[in-house]
């Protein structure tokens, strides 16, 4: 079967860095996303990495190992707006977009 | 670029009762459509996808003829709720993909359905 997993909740304080880590098991692999969705809003995207290695957008970083099916987000200098959940999602052979549940991140003062 | 726009942004209707919603891409032609249901605290669930002109391709466990899905044009899909019941109010969100190499997909805003 395919699997996406991400932690489900992670808390970080205002001004820190955060990582958020992705793994995939998925039949074939055409590209992994991640996407932010504020509570009771629609997913918008943040990053798109098909090759290994980190694409650095602002203070949002993307990181992908293909062998090692792996993925992570980084975020910087947090800020109270990012507080959000933040989806993986990887385009399988098929070009179909399986999603990760979904990591719940809390910025607190 | 890349603007994807949903109607309506939320909507009560009365249980057995139809309800229709709208998805448009607005400044791009769309040659696939998604559909997505989300309840609370929870990932989104994939509808059914949807190519212009063709019919949908619906996920396992989900009714076709409850959810009814039209992909007129390269703009424009709707999703029809038919005999809603309590249990169908969810978050529904629709996103928009013009293909090329990077498969990703544009989200409209999402419509949020209460069925009373």
């Known amino acids: 079967g395919q699997n996406i997993d991400q932690p489900t909740e992670m808390t970080a304080t205002e001004g820190a860095i955060v990582q958020i880590n992705c793994t995939y098991q998925?039949?074939?692999?055409?590209?992994l996303f991640w996407y932010q969705q504020h509570a009771g809003e629609a997913p918008t995207f943040l990053s798109y990495?098909?090759l290994d290695g980190l694409e650095e957008k602002g203070r949002f970083s993307s990181f992908l190992s293909r062998s090692k099916g792996y993925s992570y987000l980084l975020l910087k200098e947090l800020q109270m707006k990012d507080s959000a959940s933040y989806l993986c999602?990887?385009?399988?052979?098929?070009?179909?977009?399986?999603w990760g549940a979904g990591t719940k991140l809390i910025i607190k003062p | 670029g890349a603007v994807v726009s949903q109607h309506p942004s939320w909507v009560i209707c009365k249980s057995g009762t139809s309800v229709k919603i709208e998805c448009r891409s607005l400044?791009?032609?769309?040659?696939?459509m998604f559909w997505y249901r989300q309840f609370p605290k929870q990932s989104l669930m994939l509808m059914a996808t949807?190519?212009?002109?063709?019919?949908?391709?619906?996920e396992q466990g989900v009714e076709k003829d409850k959810f009814l899905i039209n992909h007129a044009s390269l703009t424009l899909s709707t999703l029809t709720v038919t005999s809603a019941h309590p249990e169908d109010s969810s978050f529904y969100i629709c996103?928009?993909?013009?293909?090329?190499?990077?498969?990703?997909?544009?989200f409209g805003p999402g419509t949020r359905l209460t069925v009373t």
């Open positions: 996103s928009a993909s013009g293909g090329g190499d990077y498969y990703e997909q544009y």
């Open positions: 400044d791009f032609q769309a040659t696939t």
């Open positions: 949807s190519n212009e002109g063709s019919k949908a391709t619906y």
């Open positions: 998925t039949s074939g692999f055409n590209g």
């Open positions: 990495n098909v």
């Open positions: 999602a990887v385009i399988d052979s098929n070009y179909q977009l399986i």
